[in-house]
């Protein structure tokens, strides 16, 4: 049966937001997007570091870069060219290099900047091979792009902090920064310039994150499939497809397992009764929330909650 005392019938994770004392404050809470989420094929890691300050004119000689490389200007502007084209890269611009590109600098004074090397391994595969991340058509000056710098340069010294630390899988802390850096300079490039299959891995998780919220936050109703469409601001038909080809399922499919997802959690960790949880949740009766509960559990909500160990944390 479950347990008695509320204290330790509630969900871990939502146990500090409905934990009321006077002397102890949540001042601000989130959850993950998504449970539905795939993984992104692409594994950035780690390769070198520079962190660089000119103080009098230098010439880097024209050579090709065989990975990544990501240049985070602080203090501009950073001239070179790129593929036979000059640019110019003003303070708070980065430009990314991929492997295959030819590259001469001329660094004049006061000017510096970040550099990061990297790679991107295929996670499927696990080789190292060429991924494309800007469209093949794009011009070198479309490389770059304006970013936030206070928010990635702590994450650059973070890395450059590890380069010669002692401390316990060091390098998997710099490959583990090099790939949240990675995706929020990749969210910062415009959409356009990017490859059609990096475009659309970021807009099928984008589709089944706002799916995920929407579902959330009309759990206790019955949505049809037109106000559903309607909330997601795609047509029917786009619905169907998108959610048949991410998530193998029809969207009226999704959003009861969605429901049947939360009547589990429910059931397990609080004292809710049965006929309040089908309430919550948006089903016609009991009895509809039982036969639905059954088919995708194998089990009644009666003999699931008796199934659920005695003050189960």
């Known amino acids: 049966m479950p347990a008695s005392d509320p204290e330790t019938s509630i969900d871990h994770i939502d146990f500090p937001t ?48 065989s990975s990544f490389e990501l240049i985070v200007v602080t203090r501009g502007p950073y001239r070179c060219r790129l593929n036979d084209e000059a640019i110019k890269i003003d303070s708070g611009q980065c430009l990314l290099i991929k492997p295959g590109d030819r590259h001469e600098v001329d660094c004049r004074p006061g000017q510096r900047h970040y550099v990061l090397q990297f ?37 650059l010294q973070s890395i450059a902090d590890h380069s010669n630390s002692d401390r316990r899988f060091a390098s998997e802390i710099q490959d583990s920064l090099t790939q949240h850096l990675f995706w929020i300079v990749a969210s910062c490039i415009p959409e356009d310039r990017l490859a059609p299959a990096f475009r659309k891995l970021s807009n099928d998780q984008r589709f089944l994150d706002r799916l995920e919220r929407v579902a959330q936050n009309h759990a206790a109703k019955h949505l049809t499939l037109d106000a559903l469409a309607s909330l997601m601001e795609v047509s029917k038909s786009t619905l169907a497809k998108r959610c048949a080809a991410l998530l193998g399922e029809s969207p009226s499919h999704y959003l009861l397992r969605g429901k049947i997802d939360l009547a589990v959690k429910l059931l397990s960790t609080t004292n809710m009764r049965i006929k309040e949880v089908s309430f919550d949740l948006g089903f016609q009766n009991p009895y509809h929330f039982s036969r639905v509960f059954k088919r995708y559990t194998g089990t009644s909500p009666t003999d699931f909650r008796k199934s659920v160990p005695e003050n189960s944390d």
């Open 119 to 155: 790679d991107l391994e295929e996670k499927e595969i696990g080789d190292n091979r060429s991924i494309f991340v800007f469209n093949r058509t794009l011009k070198s000056a479309e490389q770059t792009f304006n970013a936030p710098i206070a928010e990635i340069e702590p994450i």
């Open 18 to 65: 409905q934990w009321e004392q006077s002397s102890y404050r949540v001042v601000s809470t989130t959850r993950r997007i998504s449970n539905d989420r795939f993984r992104m094929a692409l594994n950035p890691f780690f390769l070198g570091f520079n962190e660089v300050a000119v103080d009098a004119p230098i010439r880097h000689p024209a050579h090709s870069h």
